[in-house]
Each structure stands twice: as C-alpha cells, then as structure tokens.
C-alpha cells in the first residue's frame, strides 16, 4: 500500500454517491460492552441481518476481533467474508476509509483521523486508537493506496456525495470543538473539496436531535440520486426535532447543486420518539469517564439512516407506523432496488444505524 | 469462504511444486517472546529481509497481530502488504493452508490440524488456537474455499510436492506419537493420497539431529524439479546427523517417483555445527512447561530449508565457509533465480527457517 501525501482533487479522484455500483461493503461485529447490552448478542443478529441483506447484492467482508472471530463466523453464512480486525467499536462509515475514485476507475481510500466523535472534547470513549487504524490497514488489506488525511478529523457518517462535485455536511458536526477547532469554516470546506473532489459543499445547520455523534449528516438526509434528497422529518411542531428538520429543507430547497439544479427534497417521515427501557439500560456495560445510556433517553432514530447496496436499499424498521410509510417512500425513489427493512432499535441503543455500520467500496475497473 | 468437506483428490485438486509458479507469499512477523530473543528485533529485521527478497518477484502477505502491526507496517517497505492475524509464533509454512490446484487453475486450501508439533504429547508451546485459525481465515481472507482436514495432525513443513504425484515426507514426524498416533501409515499414506492429489508417498525416515518438529522433510530434503532433489549432508561420521542423511539417500536413491523415474539426490553440505550462545539464551523469555534453549545446544541449521519464488531461491546464510558452496550448487540447479542468501541465524534460533516461515499460495486462473 503507498501511502500518499498528494490529494485526491490534484490526482483526479472523487468521492462517488452511494447509489453507484459497489464492489462491496465492509462492515465491522460489535462487541463493545458499554455500547451493547446484554453481550452484544441482539445487536449481532441485526448486523448479521443487515449483512446478509447486503450480501444480496454484493460481497460484504466483516471484520471481527480475536476474542469474535469465531463468533462471527458461526453467525454470518459462508459467503460473507470475515476478517480479523482489531476496532475499538462498530461503526465502519466512521472508521473505514472514504473511498474515491478516478475517471479510468481507480478506486483509493482516505484515512481521515478519527478521534470517537469529539476527542477529548465530547468523544464517546477512550482511547480509539484501534478505530483510527483501520482506515489504512483496509487499504492494505484491500491493496489500495490510502490518501493520508490524519491531520483532519472526519467521519464518513458527516459526509454525503452526490458523485456529481456536491457534498452535505452539518455544521454543527464540522464545526464542532471536538473536530478541528484551529481551522475556519472555509479552510474545512477547502479540505472537502480537496480530498473529495467537490465543486460545492452544502451547509446544513443542524442533524437528528440528540444525535451523539454532534449530528451527522447521513442521519438527517442523504442523496437519493443527483440533485434529490430524503430529508427527515417530522410536522410536529412541538417536537425539538421540527426546527432541525426545518432549517435543512429551508436551506435545501434554496440551494443549487454544483451542477446548478435545484434540490428536490422529498420528506422521510420519523418514527415516533424511541427511548431506551430500563432493561436495556441494565444490560450496559460501564467504563469509568464515559457517556452511558439512561433510562427514558431519547435515542437518534431515524429512516435516512439507510444502505445504498448495489441491488437493495437496506433500512431501519422501528416496529413504528411509519415503518410502512418510509419503506413506501424509498420504494418510489428507488423503482429499481428491493426495499429492505431490517429491524433496527438494537442498532440503534449503539448510537447509530445501519448507514453507520456500513462502507461501500466503490466498483473498480481491473 | 465455503468449508468442504469433500477431498481434494476426488475434486480433482493436486498440490503444486514450490518451484511453479505464485502469485504470492504468506509470512507471519515474529513476536513470541520465548521464541525470539531480545524482543525479537533481530529475528524481525531477518524476516523483513526474506520478505523483501521474496517481494522482488511476488507479492508477500505479512500477518502482524494487533500488538506487532504497527512495528511490521514501519519496518516492512510499503510494497510488502501486511495484514492483522492473531497467531501463536510465526511459522507460516506450519499454520497457514496448504493450498492445492485443479487443473483449471483454481486454487483452494487445506486446513489440518495445527498441535505445535505434538500437541501434549511433545509441542512446543500451549495453547495453539491462534495458529491453528490462521489456515481457515486465511482462505476467508483470500476468497478460496477451504477443505476441511481437521481430523489430521499435519504440518506444510511436513510435505513436499513435486507437483506430479509425489510427496515426501519422514517417518519420524509423520509417525510420532503427537500426531496421529491412533492411525496406522497405511491410513497416514492415504489421507495424504487424499488431501494431496499424490499418488506415491516417499517415506524418509529421519531429518536433521535435533529438530524439534520431529524432523520436518523441508530441513533435509526438497525437490528442485521433478525428479530431482537436494538432500542435506554431511560427511562427517562422527557426526550423528550422517546416519541421518546417509539413510535418506540409501531410500531415495533406490526410488522411484510416482511417474517412475529413478530420483536424481544431489548432496547440498551442511554448515558447521551451530550452537546456542549463553547471551542468546539470556535473551528469551521463559514460559513454564515448555521447552527453551540451553548454552551449547546444537540448532538444526541447513541450506535445504529455502523458498523458492517466481524469480529467486531465497536460503539461508551462516557465516560458514560452506555459505559459498551451498549457493552455487543451488545456483547450478535453479540457473533462471537469483540466489538471494539472507543470514538467517536470528530465524535459526527461533527453531526453523527460511522455508518454515513462507507460504507459497500458487498462481490462480482468474
């Protein structure tokens, strides 16, 4: 693996939208005790689920630590891929390179710094030195060349590509003090454009209320093709959640993509508020200086948070009326893929969903 | 990765000569501490040589654990792709798959058994579950089926292949109490017959004075083309590795292979007799219950353990006056490789060499 200290805009490479054609996914077996409860087990059917769904339509490679590897191998069927993996938690689109691409379909990865969603400001655990490794050790073990980008903190989960020169962010997640607190606004853009190959960043203010990553775009809204979006939302107006909501479809529908095209922004309901139960407190692990779950907290549910796989759209199903409604509205934009619901709350107690614990690897030309 | 449960034989899979083609090299990156003295920078510095030699011609796979990756990935030029994987030490020709062929060119793995040698009975160390993962995850990693060989004690330093039908292999190892002690050599023969596409087996009886693996063929005796092997020798009867040797060329040289040629022997000399040194001893760890090195014991050093890449005979140097000597018989033997000599009393110490640490995975059709 050659380790490039060029940029990927300078060498022609782009970041792709998710709805292109993949080589695979790679996806990592949670295990972290403080994150889920009761040993993890509910949570690895629904990663497994999540797997096997994707698996459809593409390879998916897990990655697994020693201690379970063994685990996961009895739990996933044959034809997924498992992999020894150290990580210090589960969630493969903040930890796993950023893949771009070139014109001929040279596909390279970027390893961002990853500091667990804030570093020492507002992470949610430490150390992550595990986590921050695994970008590059992908890239080798795939025998790709790696963009170095460590001196920038991002997660794949705060960004979106349309494939087309736009990319979406928040800015209460780009901007926050547990990123990178040196650099202005236009210097963070300038490193998007950079090593995403963007023409246009758009600046949403604000994400999924609570969202313990400091609001994530890929949980609010996420391209559906070029120049449209599904946008969470609720019409509740007494819902904290409305004015977030809100303040991206101002924005949004206001905006122009780097091609110049109005944004159609279609709106994916929310499931009604989920908290977690005190069962599912109870079966938490605790870690000394760490952020836990309480009783009656209000989770980051969403149905954005979803999987582009190359013949499926993987989603979050809540058991929530608007299951129904959600999975109907990604059937209409997505006439070609099957619409699969997996269901999700055991994900979601982690702190994410299934965009989150997914990494699309871009189709390469051999 | 799909596990078989059928024979390689009866699916119409052989296994390869080392001298045919690759496409690549596995080597595991050395840590054990009572293995590899002094930290083990000697014995990392050894193997990273044998990798860049190997890497000139084929691409090489180094395993690194968690604990190690970072030293390999620094140590190692970046065109040596090196991968995580847990393992008890780093005997790659010990611990990962053998790998067999069909005639259509698809290559798929075999996993034996792995017992450190003789399990309880006399291995080298306990436990052993690490190594004996590496041969199934290696094939998950590398997307080839894996047969599944469980139910046999076997070690890839145990065999070779002239990729025609013959296997050589000693009784001493084949026959010890600590590896399939419950099954006759009829039955031994036939599995090997079996999982190795063979058609006749060469019994050798010994290997070379001390081997701790109970006396593996790849210390003593290697094919170089079909018909045609080196033999370690020594023409000193005083020494008690003449017997030794003399009774291999007295069986093989009254042989015939399985296409019924008679087996050309050519005699490659051993260097002098190597001994542990009391601040080699100092340097190693000590684990209770296993075995570990005295001042003054006599190391099973010989030039036949190389490894033979697409382009080079990579072997082992002594500082002996028989270095010189030993390389230009290979040399007259193998005149399109380079001979590449890497000193190798750092990997001698550890208890094998060049051959016991490489892993040849043979050249696919894709």
């Known amino acids: 693996m050659k380790l490039l200290h060029t940029t990927p805009a300078a060498d022609g490479f782009y970041m792709p939208a998710e709805f292109e054609e993949h080589d695979g996914c790679f996806m990592i077996w949670p295990e972290r005790a403080d994150s889920w409860q009761y040993g993890g087990i509910a949570a690895k059917i629904a990663f497994a689920q999540v797997a096997v769904a994707i698996a459809k339509s593409e390879e998916v490679t897990m990655l697994a630590s020693l201690a379970e590897y063994d685990t996961a191998r009895r739990m996933l069927p044959e034809h997924i891929r498992v992999v020894e993996m150290s990580t210090d938690d589960a969630w493969a689109r903040d930890v796993a390179p950023t893949f771009v691409k070139s014109k001929d ?75 990178n607190p040196d650099m202005t606004k236009e210097e963070i853009e300038q490193k998007l454009k950079d090593y995403l190959g963007a023409k246009k960043i758009i600046w949403l203010k604000r994400g999924i209320y609570l969202d313990e990553t400091n609001e994530h775009v890929d949980n609010i809204c996420a391209f559906v093709k070029p120049g449209e979006v599904v946008l969470a939302w609720t019409d509740d107006k007494d819902d904290p959640q409305y004015e977030l909501s809100k303040s991206c479809y101002d924005i949004l529908t206001q905006e122009t993509d780097a091609c110049g095209r109005k944004i159609v922004v279609h709106k994916l309901p929310l499931p009604k508020p989920i908290c977690m139960q005190k069962e599912e407190c109870d079966g938490l692990a605790w870690m000394e200086d760490e952020p836990t779950r309480t009783e009656g907290e209000r989770l980051a549910a969403s149905y954005v948070n979803f999987y582009i796989s190359n013949g499926a759209v993987v989603m979050p199903f809540f058991d929530d009326p608007m299951d129904q409604v959600a999975a109907g509205i990604l059937g209409d934009l997505f006439p070609e893929r099957e619409i699969i619901s997996i269901p999700a709350r055991d994900i979601l107690i982690g702190g994410g969903n299934i965009h989150c614990i997914t990494q699309q690897l871009p189709k390469r030309k051999r």
């Open 105 to 179: 379909g040279e596909v390279r990865g970027i390893d961002w710094y990853f500091n667990a969603w804030g570093g020492l400001v507002d992470g949610l655990y430490f150390p992550w030195d595990k986590d921050n490794k695994v970008a590059r050790k992908l890239c080798d073990l795939e025998r790709l060349d790696c963009y170095d980008a460590r001196d920038f903190v991002l997660e794949g989960g705060s960004i979106h590509s349309d494939g087309q020169g736009t990319v979406m962010v928040t800015e209460a997640c780009l901007l926050s003090k547990g990123r």
